[in-house]
């Protein structure tokens, strides 16, 4: 529950952030759980990989709210 709420506050807070458009964070693949997470919150993997673990992106869009439903 903290981690969920602790992201999308991160969101909301760059959502206002001139010039910010995207989030990228990264997690290691036995981390299957994280994965699923951040997929319902509306991140998107980018293919690719950094320092052994998987990159994704959130695209921020000035007139939507992240997806709150997990």
Do not use: H, W
């Not at 506050?9 to 759980?33: H, K, M, Q, W």
């Amino acid at each position: 529950g903290y981690g969920k709420a602790a992201t999308l506050a991160v969101i909301e807070e760059l959502r206002r952030t001139d010039g910010c458009d995207a989030v990228y964070l990264s997690f290691v693949p036995e981390n299957s759980y994280a994965e699923r997470i951040y997929q319902k919150i509306g991140f998107e993997r980018t293919g690719e990989i950094s320092e052994g673990e998987i990159v994704m992106r959130y695209t921020i869009n000035k007139n939507r709210n992240p997806k709150s439903k997990i």
